[in-house]
Every structure is written in C-alpha cells, then in structure tokens.
C-alpha cells in the first residue's frame, strides 16, 4: 500500500495559458497591484487578487495572504494559507452573514453609515464575509480565460448606478433558491448551498442516470454532468416521492435574496405566485452562494452546467482570447455565445436530451447561456410558428409600467417589452406542442426587469419592488399555462438568480481599476479584471562576459505556444550610475546584442526595453527585476 495515497495532492491552476502571473509580470503585476491600493481609487478597492509562483494572492490595504488548494483522494479540496502579513482580508468566509434587510442595517450602522434607508445601506469590507472565496478565487484562474488580475471593489463603490454587483463579499454573491413541485420536501432549509449545486441537484431529483465524468478537483467520478463542481442538495429532496415529468427553471436575474424574504415575510400578497411557490416546496433561508465574479454571463452558465466559470471558460461578460489577441463582449454581443463555453462541461439542456433520447425538447428563454437547447433564441433558434410569435407579441406589447417613463428611465421600458417577448416565446412554444398535454421537459426562462430595476433604482428602492410585483404576475402566467394544460403537479419548478444586488454611492463615481490605468498599466482592462501587456525578454550572457544577447518577444503566446518576436523595441543597455552604454531597436527577429565594457559587473550592467503598448521592462544582466518587494511599500508596520 502507497503510503502517500491518501496525502492530499497540491492543485495549482488547471490550465496555464497565461492567466495569473508569470515571471515576465510580476513588475508590471505588482505596479498595478500597488497602483489600486495607494493610489486615487485606492479607498474604492477591496481586493486585488493573482495567482503566482505556485499560490493564489488575495491583497488588500488591510493585509494579504498567500493560500494553496489540495484535493484528497475522494475529490474534496481543502486550503492552507502558506503566507500572511497582517490581517487575512478574507478570513471571514460565513456564508450565512447579512442575508436579511435588518442584517444589512445594522452592518451599514457598524460601518459608520446610519440609515432607516436599506436602499442607502452602504458595507465596509469588514462587516461582510466572502463566502467560499478560497475555492471561488482559486477556481477562476483554472481557466486560459482568466486575468492576471481581478479587482474585487468595495462593496458600494463600482460604477454610478443605484445598484450593482461583481464583487467577491456575501451580498453581492447571494442568490435566492427555492425547489417547488415533485421530490422535494417542504419547509425553509438554512444550508451551506453554492450554485454550482443547483444544477446537479436538478439532475438529481429529476432521475438523470449519473455518468463518467470529473468531479470538483478535476479527478474522474462518477457525476450527473460531465464537470460537476458541486453536490446535490440532498436535504431538500423526497426520494419517497414521484419524480417530476420536466423542470421549469426561473431565473429572476438581479433579484436579491434579502429583498425576497422581505417581500415573502411582510408582503406575501404582493407577489403571490412567488410566495405560492415557496409554500408548496422548499426555500433556503439564507440563499446560495453565487460565482465568482459575481455578474451576469458566467453566472448563468455556472447555474447551467454545475461548474465555476473557470471550468466552463465563460469567466467574465467580457474576457481576452491572450492567443487570439481579440476581446470577446460576450455580453455585449448578446447572440451566438454558446460556442465560447467550454466543451469540457455539459448544460442541463445536454443532459436532459442525454437521458431522454433525441425526441426530448428543451428550451431556452432569454438565458445567457443555451447549449444544447433546441429553442434558444440568443443562438438564433427558434422552435414554433415565427409568424405566431411575432403577433403574440406585439399583442402584449403594452404591459408595460408607465412607472419607467414617469420616472424617465427609458431602459427599464426596454426591460420590460423583453420580459414580455420571453411569454410571447413560451405562449408559441406550447402552442407548438400542441393541446395533448406535452411540454418542454426543461426550460430555462431568464426575467430580465428585476436586474434592471436593481442597477437603475437600487436593490430595495419601490421602483425595484415594482419590477419584482410585476415579474410575479408574469410568473403567475406562466403557472397558468401549465395548469390549464394539465402540466402544473407534475412540473418542478427552480426559483433563482444570478447574484446579488449592492447599494452604490453614486457620486463616487466609482473605478476599482482607474488606479492602474492612471499609473499607465497596460493592459486589456474588462470590467474587474486585466490582462497585463507584457513583454517576454531574455537576456544571454556570453561566457567570457564580453557580450551581451537580449531578445524581445510577446509575453501571450499563440495558439501554438510560440511567443512572436517583437520588432521595434527600443533595448537600453545601462552601466554605472545609470549610463546608457549603448541603445538601439529590435529588427524582426527580436534578438540584439551589444558589446559589454571589461570593467563593468554583471550586478552594474542593467537592460531596459520599451514598446508602446506594452509594460516597459528594467532588468539586471542575469534577468532579475530590480523593482522593490511591494510588502515593504504596502505594509511597512506590518509583520508576516
């Protein structure tokens, strides 16, 4: 017997391609570093966040750590923080903390911000938690498509709207959850939930057959989709009961979890579809835990697939293809976004067709993310009578609030005529299946108007509430449909969403990464996250000293792993006190060399190389950086 079969095993980043630091940026990585925490935006910033030199890096004004993952031999990952100086800024990981409307109270009054007003709820990082951040942090830079960096901002400091999410604490990453319908037990359950279990607890109490696949250390088992990170919700599933004949998956986006249970706990009669769901099935009391980062695309194709984003590779609405040197807005794009998630995991639409042979029909409706779903208009699908959907449509044209033109926010009139297409979709797709009682046996149906009235008015402003109160009635529609068709006992019906929901101070106006961007970091700056432009250079010293080889390439290799020469850069070869000995640009190959003075060490010889549009680069003749530990400049009284 070995011995160290049972040692857990060290798990670094999946699939190196880039993301994360590599030596060539740890200049330019620390400088943005240093640049988000000292400077302008400075008091904006929560976290900033690499992978480097075989550990995850949380950094923070407060303190930083260095932290590692292992995996045991049953798959089950664990974490060691192998540095720190002074506080560990994600120490407290409680995913049950602030998860009501009094609990945001109170914490904005221990953040030194009174207010009766929830909707001016304002949380400093140390009254919040950030659930599971060790293993949501290390999981995203899993993928190619991850930055070097992430920003993590504080929790009402990102952008000029009311409301907002993205952020790595506890209420911007907690979604409301409810099972409702066949196999589930009834009551409010408080769990330890993560939306990478939402998908496999669907499989699972649907009677998807499990199959071969990987579990969350990547490690071969037996799942129900091909990489399932999490686990079944076993606590709220009957297996004494009848399986359910389809699943219908709700997905209020934006809507926040501790607005909900206010309205359930207090208001019930304003949303009595929602509270008639919760009544017949099972909600948790305090939510789920969301992806990280905690923002539309990857969300949903985490809740899809039952894998973090830096599995199924859709890390962030907008992301950098480093060997393709191209910017992918996935969100912006809108369409044709399903060939960018990874073939490596598998969506309930797939497993769903899996189980139930070609014959089975699902749909997707405004969901980000549609793989495999044979109606998904996002993907240019349509499945039904174009005709009939296009009238139906314009029927319903006119439920729209006239709150939104009132108040003269034109976009939440646009959230609504696309709520109001998403029925239109689901009247004609029932049509399609005709009176005899068949459905789609899974659809997943994205209502946009709550996100909507969360960025525009705020996570607990009225406006917000009257996006949810009109998102009920529409439920309630949809409830309707099936139970006129004999379908509604035999459906289970998911209530989610995809993140939570922050009060802003609007007037900061605020830019977690302007710090890097006015020190001059180059980079490709999407939304949190950058991917640093550096330079590759490696420097040759001839034995007998007398010579000296630098080559310049591109620091993102292609699709071939090759980093390509760069022409044009200007290299500088300095002696004494800094005196340029020789200068002059790269030529195609990348590759000069110069001739060195006998007299000059290689610790007095330093190589500087400059390219516009990339990170200049200052190094000693051996290749080593010259730039100062940033522990000393961030964290001068602060012992390890």
Same mark, same amino acid.
């Given at each position: 017997?070995?011995?160290?079969? @049972?040692?857990?095993?060290?798990?670094?980043?999946?699939?190196?391609?880039?993301?994360?630091?590599?030596?060539? $940026?740890?200049?330019?990585?620390? #400088?943005?570093?240093?640049?988000?925490?000292?400077?302008?935006?400075? @008091?904006?910033?929560?976290?900033?966040? %690499?992978?480097?030199?075989?550990?995850?890096?949380?950094?923070?004004?407060?303190?930083?750590?260095?932290?590692?993952?292992?995996?045991?031999?049953?798959?089950?990952?664990?974490? $060691?923080?192998?540095? $720190?100086?002074?506080?560990?800024?994600?120490?407290?990981?409680?995913?049950?903390?602030?998860?009501?409307?009094?609990?945001?109270?109170?914490? #904005? #009054?221990?953040?030194?911000?009174?207010?009766?007003?929830?909707?001016?709820?304002?949380?400093?990082?140390?009254?919040?938690?950030?659930?599971?951040?060790?293993?949501?942090?290390?999981?995203?830079?899993?993928?190619?498509?991850?930055?070097?960096?992430?920003?993590?901002?504080?929790?009402?400091?990102?952008?000029?709207?009311?409301?907002?999410?993205?952020?790595?604490?506890?209420? /911007?990453?907690?979604?409301?959850?409810?099972?409702?319908?066949?196999?589930?037990?009834?009551?409010?359950?408080?769990?330890?939930?993560?939306?990478?279990?939402?998908?496999?607890? &669907?499989?699972?109490?649907?009677?998807?057959?499990?199959?071969?696949?990987?579990?969350?250390?990547?490690?071969?088992? /037996?799942?129900?989709?091909?990489?399932?990170?999490?686990?079944?919700?076993?606590?709220?599933?009957?297996? +004494?009961?009848?399986?359910?004949? !389809?699943?219908?998956? &709700?997905?209020l986006d934006g809507q926040t979890h501790s607005?909900?249970?206010?309205?359930?706990?207090?208001?019930?009669?304003?949303?009595?579809?929602?509270?008639?769901?919760?009544? !017949?099935?099972?909600?948790?009391?305090?939510?789920?835990?969301? +992806?990280?980062?905690?923002?539309?695309?990857?969300?949903?194709?985490?809740?899809?697939?039952?894998?973090?984003?830096?599995?199924?590779?859709?890390?962030?609405?907008?992301?950098?293809?480093?060997?393709?040197?191209? %910017?992918?807005?996935?969100?912006?794009?809108?369409?044709?976004?399903?060939?960018?998630?990874?073939?490596?995991?598998?969506?309930?639409?797939?497993?769903?067709?899996?189980?139930?042979?070609?014959?089975?029909?699902?749909?997707?409706?405004?969901?980000?993310?549609?793989?495999?779903?044979?109606?998904?208009?996002?993907?240019?699908?349509?499945?039904?009578?174009?005709?009939?959907?296009?009238?139906?449509?314009?029927?319903?044209?006119?439920?729209?609030?006239?709150?939104?033109?009132?108040?003269?926010?034109?976009?939440?009139?646009?959230?609504?005529?696309?709520?109001?297409?998403?029925?239109?979709?689901?009247?004609?797709?029932?049509?399609?299946?005709?009176? +005899?009682?068949?459905?789609?046996?899974?659809?997943?149906?994205?209502?946009?108007?709550?996100?909507?009235?969360?960025?525009?008015?705020?996570?607990?402003?009225?406006?917000?509430?009257?996006?949810?109160?009109?998102?009920?009635?529409?439920?309630?529609?949809?409830?309707?449909?099936?139970?006129?068709?004999?379908?509604?006992?035999?459906?289970?019906?998911?209530?989610?969403?995809?993140?939570?929901?922050?009060?802003?101070?609007?007037?900061?106006?605020?830019?977690?990464?302007?710090?890097? /961007?006015?020190?001059?970091?180059?980079?490709?700056?999407?939304?949190?996250?950058?991917?640093?432009?550096?330079?590759?250079?490696?420097?040759?010293?001839? !034995?007998?000293?007398?010579?000296?080889?630098? %080559?310049?390439?591109?620091?993102?290799?292609?699709?071939?792993?090759?980093?390509?020469?760069?022409?044009?850069?200007?290299?500088?070869?300095?002696?004494?006190?800094?005196?340029?000995?020789?200068? %002059?640009?790269?030529?195609?190959?990348?590759?000069?060399?110069?001739?060195?003075?006998?007299?000059?060490?290689?610790a007095e010889l330093t190589v500087g190389v400059?390219?516009?549009?990339?990170?200049?680069?200052?190094? !000693?003749?051996?290749?080593?950086?010259?730039?100062?530990?940033?522990?000393?400049?961030?964290?001068?009284?602060?012992?390890?």
């Amino acid at each position: 017997m070995n011995p160290d079969s @049972d040692k857990p095993r060290e798990l670094g980043p999946e699939r190196l391609a880039g993301n994360g630091l590599d030596p060539h $940026q740890y200049d330019s990585g620390d #400088a943005a570093i240093l640049a988000m925490l000292t400077e302008a935006a400075a @008091d904006n910033v929560d976290l900033a966040i %690499t992978w480097r030199a075989d550990a995850y890096e949380v950094w923070s004004r407060r303190g930083m750590i260095r932290f590692k993952r292992f995996a045991d031999a049953r798959g089950t990952l664990s974490f $060691q923080v192998v540095e $720190q100086i002074g506080e560990n800024p994600i120490a407290n990981q409680d995913p049950f903390l602030v998860s009501t409307i009094a609990d945001e109270l109170e914490a #904005a #009054a221990r953040s030194g911000n009174h207010t009766d007003d929830p909707n001016r709820a304002y949380f400093e990082p140390h009254v919040l938690s950030h659930p599971y951040a060790y293993e949501r942090i290390a999981q995203l830079f899993d993928s190619p498509r991850a930055p070097d960096l992430v920003v993590s901002p504080k929790a009402y400091a990102w952008g000029i709207q009311p409301g907002q999410h993205g952020a790595l604490d506890v209420v /911007q990453c907690r979604a409301p959850l409810i099972f409702s319908g066949p196999g589930v037990r009834r009551g409010l359950f408080k769990l330890n939930a993560r939306h990478v279990d939402v998908a496999p607890t &669907i499989a699972r109490i649907a009677g998807l057959p499990k199959i071969a696949g990987f579990d969350a250390s990547g490690a071969p088992a /037996q799942v129900y989709l091909k990489r399932q990170d999490g686990r079944p919700l076993d606590e709220i599933i009957d297996d +004494n009961a009848e399986r359910p004949r !389809r699943v219908y998956l &709700i997905l209020l986006d934006g809507q926040t979890h501790s607005e909900l249970r206010h309205q359930l706990d207090h208001n019930p009669a304003a949303i009595p579809n929602l509270a008639g769901l919760v009544d !017949r099935g099972a909600m948790l009391s305090h939510g789920s835990i969301v +992806n990280f980062p905690s923002i539309t695309w990857p969300s949903h194709s985490t809740i899809l697939t039952g894998a973090w984003c830096g599995h199924h590779d859709v890390v962030n609405p907008t992301f950098h293809l480093r060997e393709h040197r191209e %910017t992918v807005p996935i969100q912006g794009n809108i369409y044709d976004g399903e060939r960018y998630l990874s073939p490596d995991v598998e969506t309930l639409y797939e497993a769903f067709k899996r189980s139930g042979g070609e014959g089975t029909l699902t749909a997707s409706i405004h969901e980000p993310q549609g793989r495999g779903a044979e109606h998904a208009v996002f993907e240019r699908r349509i499945v039904g009578d174009k005709a009939r959907l296009k009238a139906l449509t314009a029927e319903m044209a006119s439920d729209v609030s006239p709150r939104w033109a009132d108040d003269n926010i034109p976009a939440m009139t646009r959230e609504e005529v696309v709520d109001i297409r998403g029925m239109a979709q689901l009247i004609a797709l029932l049509e399609h299946c005709g009176d +005899n009682g068949k459905a789609p046996t899974f659809v997943a149906h994205e209502f946009v108007l709550t996100d909507g009235a969360g960025h525009d008015y705020g996570p607990h402003h009225e406006g917000t509430r009257e996006a949810l109160y009109r998102t009920d009635k529409r439920i309630g529609a949809v409830l309707e449909l099936f139970r006129a068709r004999g379908l509604l006992d035999s459906t289970l019906f998911v209530v989610t969403s995809d993140h939570g929901m922050a009060a802003q101070r609007v007037e900061l106006k605020a830019n977690p990464l302007r710090g890097a /961007q006015l020190a001059g970091i180059e980079g490709v700056y999407a939304e949190a996250m950058i991917y640093l432009r550096d330079l590759r250079v490696e420097i040759a010293r001839a !034995r007998d000293h007398r010579s000296l080889a630098v %080559t310049v390439l591109d620091n993102d290799a292609l699709p071939d792993g090759e980093h390509p020469p760069l022409a044009g850069a200007r290299v500088t070869l300095h002696g004494r006190g800094n005196a340029v000995i020789a200068e %002059t640009r790269t030529p195609e190959s990348g590759r000069v060399a110069f001739a060195t003075p006998a007299d000059l060490s290689d610790a007095e010889l330093t190589v500087g190389v400059e390219l516009k549009g990339y990170n200049p680069r200052t190094l !000693r003749a051996d290749g080593t950086s010259l730039a100062k530990d940033i522990r000393e400049i961030l964290y001068p009284n602060l012992n390890p």
